[in-house]
């Protein structure tokens, strides 16, 4: 059971961490070294504990934070690309329509700003 106590504890740590520096560009590497745990350990832990890859879960924060700016700001997409922790204005938008089925701009323009 205190196997199955400390993993939980990591999980809940990492989470809380993730959620918290989401908008950072923080790797399975940086949360290996902040957690004393190797990186393939930690993404496993995560993976089994969240269903989603590591990545795929921080994207999911990103995104949901770059959606929320879309409705409410009138932030440019430029700008919620690095507010959000990404680099690549294209990346973000490929990303985007992948998982939102249209753009940044169609999905503010459905919010009408």
């Not at 690309?81 to 990303?95: A, H, I, M």
Request: aromatic fraction near 12%.
């Amino acid at each position: 059971h205190s196997d199955k106590k400390s993993k939980n504890k990591y999980v809940e740590a990492a989470t809380r961490y993730i959620r918290e520096h989401y908008r950072e560009d923080i790797s399975a590497a940086d949360l290996s070294e902040r957690f004393g745990l190797s990186a393939s350990y930690i993404s496993s832990l995560l993976k089994t504990a969240l269903g989603v890859r590591y990545s795929d879960y921080v994207a999911g924060l990103r995104l949901n934070h770059a959606k929320e700016l879309l409705a409410t700001t009138h932030m440019t997409v430029k700008d919620i690309t690095v507010e959000c922790g990404w680099y690549s204005q294209s990346y973000f938008t490929k990303l985007f329509i992948e998982r939102e089925g249209c753009t940044p701009v169609e999905y503010r323009k459905s919010f009408g700003k």
